[in-house]
C-alpha cells in the first residue's frame, strides 16, 4: 500500500523557519525522485521543490529559492523540507509527491503518481 505522511506544519512569524518532513511507504523509494508541491487558499496547486532520485540534483521554484532546502535519507525512506525566512506568501497546504521510478525531477503535478494528504504551514504574525 501506497502512503506518504507529512508532518511538522504550524503556525510560524514571518522571518520564522520551519521543517516539514514525510515517510514514504511506497515501494522502490530510493529510485524516485521526489517533490514538494503546495496550494493555498484559492490557488492552484504549485511546485515548491524536488530532489532527484539519487539526491545529487535538487530544483527550486524562484519564490523560495535561497530559503528552502529540500533533502532526502533514504535509509528511513524520509524527505524533508527546511524552510527559512518564511514569508506570510508561503501560507499554504504543503504536499509531499512521488514520481515513478527511475523519473527525472519534475515541475509539474501531473507526473507525480503519488501523493500525502498535506500538512498545513500558516506565516503570519
Known amino acids: 500500500q501506497v502512503q506518504l505522511v507529512e508532518r511538522g506544519g504550524g503556525l510560524v512569524h514571518p522571518g520564522g523557519s520551519l521543517r516539514v518532513s514525510c515517510a514514504a511507504s511506497?515501494?522502490?523509494?530510493?529510485?524516485?525522485?521526489m517533490g514538494w508541491f503546495r496550494q493555498a487558499p484559492g490557488k492552484e496547486r504549485e511546485f515548491v521543490a524536488g530532489?532527484?532520485?539519487?539526491?545529487?540534483?535538487?530544483y527550486y521554484s524562484d519564490s523560495v529559492k535561497g530559503r528552502f532546502t529540500i533533502s532526502r535519507e533514504d535509509s528511513k525512506n524520509m524527505v524533508y523540507l527546511v524552510m527559512d525566512s518564511l514569508k506570510p506568501e508561503d501560507t499554504a497546504v504543503y504536499y509531499c509527491?512521488?514520481?515513478?521510478?527511475?523519473?527525472?525531477?519534475?515541475?509539474?503535478?501531473?507526473?507525480?503518481?503519488?501523493w500525502g494528504q498535506g500538512t498545513q504551514v500558516t506565516v503570519s504574525s
Open positions: 511506497i515501494p522502490a523509494f530510493s529510485i524516485r525522485s
Open positions: 530532489i532527484s532520485w539519487s539526491a545529487d540534483r535538487t
Open positions: 509527491a512521488a514520481q515513478k521510478p527511475w523519473a527525472l525531477i519534475s515541475t509539474r503535478a501531473n507526473e507525480y503518481d503519488a
